[in-house]
């Protein structure tokens, strides 16, 4: 069976103290799951929820990092940075940003390979525009992302993927994927990756959906057979609907 995983990504919310009291709560919780739960705060709070977090089993990942190993990239984190830190997954292309920091195909292929040299766990975001969905692109504009990023990677490396579909148009809107929407799309997922590697890689890899995913959807969301969890976003700032969704799966 493929790991179910229900991640948060806090993205830029949460001070230190928010951060500690929002685990705290989340731990108390937390109730007996077969799912991986993951939680990714700010950059600046991931030691504070590495130590919060130390007799938990939720996991803490970063929600972006640099290609590069170090040096003249003012503002940017390393792998190397997160590793030493005890991080080893990081979610890369989030549609927030290639939509508002001009992160493409090529830049996040870079990532990718940085990140699996290094041994991390990656959570590859992707997902089409409103536009790209209204003109029927969206299966091939998915495949695209997919194909620039991930398939020139070597079989071996897919253990350390976790895929999220993430339609732009669901991110934040209040707006879903219908359960169906979202199955068509990993069920198109899951196909494309067998004709580029093998049908064991396929129906072994994580794919999330992401989305405006609550606790008055999850369940039908969670339900579809090719939906392995949720990447969520504003509904893992509350403990109490964060808890409600990990129950859902
Ligand atoms: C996200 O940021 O990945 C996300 C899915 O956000 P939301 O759940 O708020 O739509």
Redesign the pocket.
Known sequence: MRNQIVAG?W?MNKTASETESLLDELSAKLPDTHASVIVAPTFVNLSTAQNSLQSSTIVVAAQNMHFAANGAYTGEISADMLLDIGVETVILG?SERRSLFGEDDALLAQKVKTALDKGMQIIFCFGEELEERKSGNHFDVVKSQLQNALFGLDAVAWPQIVLAY?PDW???TGETASPEQAQEMHAFIRSTITEAFSTEIAEQVSILY????KPNNATDIFSKPDVDGG?????SLKAEDFVAIIKAI
Do not use: T, W
């Open positions: 990504n993205k989030h993430e669901a991110i934040g992401g989305g405006s995913v990447l969520i976003g504003g509904a």
